[in-house]
């Protein structure tokens, strides 16, 4: 009960609320990635490592929702407000197989993770904290580099068409990235800034922001064993 | 850890592990249906509801294939099994909205149960009780049930389509459990018996079994307020 835990209640600044809107909503758009993947195959012993790894971003997701509530904030609200732009990605992100799918949980994973990691730059000691720990065992990465590095060494022609999705996956998480920062007053403000409001960040630190996720999604890619 | 607990072994007879097979695929797709169910909308609460579900199935499955272990038995073995059958069942129900989703959900998930414990009579006391247990606490109903009800008073068309998808659901369940019952031989035997080896079932017994089930999925859909 987050509530009797806290000697002093948690802050809710519109930042704290904007950061763990997005985080919770990526935690909760990564548990139906991975329990769509688990359909996509039928070894049960696959089915099942995706399967507890869905559940477990489930847990991390309510595990956000709890702390908005015990901040006083909505987290219908706050998570909510993120689902139009996933849902934006993920139509335009339709894994045709296994294949793309794991690329794609390990990959959007990395992209969230690392946009929550840069917007927690901005906000409380506390919440940067929780959100670092969240982020942190995630653990993707061991289960899906395995298995993909496997298969392409299996299949020849499939080194290239991941190659050609994981660069699909990252230049649509930047464009909603941009969008999303375009329409959310409170991140516009924060990341940005405007003509009568500067922000804490400017146009030149978001598009080297931009270039610290393109950076990191290119070194996951590497570890895939994929040229991106 | 079951292994610590037992203080006698479990036992592992054909028909425990036959049962726990089927009873433990049913979870594990029950999950795969539910997380399903959460993509096929935008509102958060459902997303959370259906979420926090899927993710009871799976521990489901999990203690399902922690049971089987601790019998000696390998879960792959007994739970994949079952993996073509569901697969095939699921190919021929794709629901193509939240509705039709969510009374499968119901609907199918109840079909399942009822077949486990039908073939729980034929199995030792332990695993009945185990089984009884783990069917009675999914909670669907309670989630379902509303939700479709509301969705019929606001839609008029509504009623007609999802009767007839009620009607596609128990159809094609019957058929696979037909389909099963003549495939698996431990279930033949057991169920229907075969000419040199009587079983503890009969063809007649095997029929009204089915008509059972039929029974409890007419009253299953009369809960949600459509026809059979």
Known sequence: MPYEEAAEPLEASPIACELLGLVGCGELFAFETLA??????????????????????FRNFEKVADRLRAMGADPDAAIGAYVPTMTEFHRHTAPRDLYEGLVKAYVGDGITSDFGRELSNYADPGTREFVAELLEE?????FV?????KALSKNPGLEGRLALWGRRLIGEALAQTQRLTADREELSVLLVGTPDQPGRGDLAEFARMLARMTDAHTARMKKLGLAS
């Open 36 to 57: 769509a993947d688990a359909t996509r195959t039928s070894i049960l012993e696959i089915k099942a490592a995706l399967g507890s790894r869905a559940c477990r971003e």
């Open 138 to 142: 995630t653990g993707q990465a061991e």
């Open 145 to 149: 580099v395995p298995f993909v590095r």
